[in-house]
């Protein structure tokens, strides 16, 4: 039978990097998408900028099956998805901490590039056709769309996750399993941190700094230091968000965040600091005890969860109590329930095992001419460009490898 030579399920990140990666195999490339744009989500990334890649891209910063990942990772360090948007007419350019943008700082640019090649190298693309079913036939798949039901040769399985739903639904893991893939257990990661009401809702809107410190059950996991904003209900910010990457692992019993405010400063330091401001201003009030530190609701706040009179003047506090305040401005703690919904959250935890792919060129090993990439898969990385560099990682390497084999059989 003839027909298509490969379709790609999804028209995001990885979908358009294994479109492009096939182009020109016969019969062509068809991408399908449910969204009525392509690469909507790339729009919002990084606040519109898209944080493409990463300079350094290790091990440390991807959690899931790691182990299996590292060798596919080592193949493609960062400079090499830098060139494959180079090829595409798109610069980039790394910030200090290596987290790399379009040159123009646009998402748009990103979306651009890759959609004006898909157009040049014949890859055509149907938007507002979710697929409904995948079928394995003789040589190849019968998918099934709004659009009617087409033959392909090879079908690229690239969905992506649950998270942020208005981008992507999370249905590429039904067609995974009716595939005969298995699913590990999925949970929104890179998101905010569920702590109660009463001590978020009169901080909501601040933003500070903090080394932000997970605990569980009185030990500490990991701390990332950051900007850390203040929710009705919740605790976010970049730091809390690569924290939150961790939950899977953990699970949410007995967590609790400590915030160190004044990172800076030791716990000496800041007691000789209180108990200077406390002789030299002995009428203030208590409440007003770190307004020369931190913002000053967020000041006052830190002397209410203490359980002290705001009103009682800093001449009546001892230098115990004040050595109390020093320990507590650097461990604010925290406790936390779990991640915010998938709505609030930038990746998923969990899917398809890599175990069920040859990384070599992410064909499935359960269903021959299937192949899986991005986010549908077992791998989740931290902010900073990691799950957009798996993406097109995984992406041009699937795309590659249906180009490679139809070369092979020429
Ligand atoms: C707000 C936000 C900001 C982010 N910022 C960054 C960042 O700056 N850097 C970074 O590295 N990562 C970022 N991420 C994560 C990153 O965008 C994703 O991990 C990445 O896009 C995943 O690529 P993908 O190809 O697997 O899936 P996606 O890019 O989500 O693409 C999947 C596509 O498949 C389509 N689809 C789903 N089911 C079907 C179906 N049945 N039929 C047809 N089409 C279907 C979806 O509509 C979607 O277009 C961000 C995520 C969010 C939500």
């Known amino acids: 039978m003839r ?17 492009l990666g096939a182009a020109g195999v016969p019969g ?9 744009k392509p690469g909507r989500k790339l729009l919002a990334t990084g606040n519109g900028r898209c944080n493409l890649t990463n300079e350094s891209i290790a091990m440390d910063h991807y959690h899931g099956d790691v182990r299996s990942a590292a060798p596919f990772l080592n193949a493609w360090p960062a400079a090499r998805v830098r060139r494959a948007f180079l090829r595409l007419g798109l610069l980039t350019r790394a910030d200090a901490e290596g987290r790399v943008y379009p040159h123009s700082l646009q998402a748009a640019a990103v979306a651009e590039a890759l959609l004006s090649a898909c157009r040049e190298q014949g890859v055509s693309l149907e938007c507002g056709r979710p697929v409904e079913r995948i079928l394995p036939v003789k040589g190849g798949f019968l998918v099934k769309s709004a659009g009617g039901e087409r033959f392909a040769r090879r079908c ?4 992506g996750g649950k998270a942020s739903p208005k981008h992507s639904t999370g249905s590429g893991y039904g067609l995974a399993r009716s595939l005969g893939h298995t699913v590990t257990p999925l949970s929104p990661s890179l998101t905010g941190l569920q702590a109660p009401k009463k001590f978020t809702r009169p901080l909501k809107g601040i933003r500070c700094r903090a080394r932000v410190a997970l605990f569980q059950k009185g030990r500490e996991l990991c701390a990332e230091s950051g900007e850390v904003i203040f929710g009705d209900g919740s605790v976010s910010g970049i730091c809390v968000m690569n924290l939150s990457a961790r939950l899977r692992e953990l699970g949410a019993e007995g967590l609790e965040l400590r915030l160190d405010l004044l990172e800076q400063f030791s716990r000496e330091e800041l007691r000789g600091y209180l108990q200077a401001l ?7 009030p208590a ?37 109390r305040a020093a320990g507590w401005a650097k461990a604010v703690p925290i406790p936390v329930s779990g991640p915010l919904s998938w709505e609030q959250a930038q990746c998923t935890a969990g899917g398809v095992p890599l175990e069920e792919v040859d990384l070599e060129t992410m064909e499935s090993r359960i269903c021959p001419g299937l192949y899986l990439t991005g986010e ?7 902010c900073g460009g990691y799950n957009l560099h798996w993406a097109w990682a995984t992406g041009f390497t699937a795309g590659l490898a249906i180009q490679k084999e139809w070369e092979a059989k020429a």
Do not use: K, T, Y
């Not at 062509?28 to 009525?36: H, K, P, Q």
């Not at 549908?376 to 931290?382: F, V």
């Open 376 to 382: 549908l898969l077992d791998l989740d990385g931290d």
């Open 156 to 159: 690229v399985l690239a969905c």
């Open 28 to 36: 062509g490339i068809l991408a399908l998408e449910g969204n009525g």
């Open 278 to 284: 406390a002789e030299a201003h002995p009428g203030r």
């Open 287 to 323: 409440g007003e005890l770190f307004s020369g530190a931190l913002n000053l609701r967020l000041g006052w706040e830190l002397v209410h969860w203490m359980g002290w009179d705001p009103d009682r003047p800093l001449v009546r506090l001892s230098p115990q109590e004040l050595d």
């Open 3 to 19: 027909g298509l030579g490969a379709a790609v399920v999804g028209a995001g990140a990885s979908g358009l990097a294994a479109a």
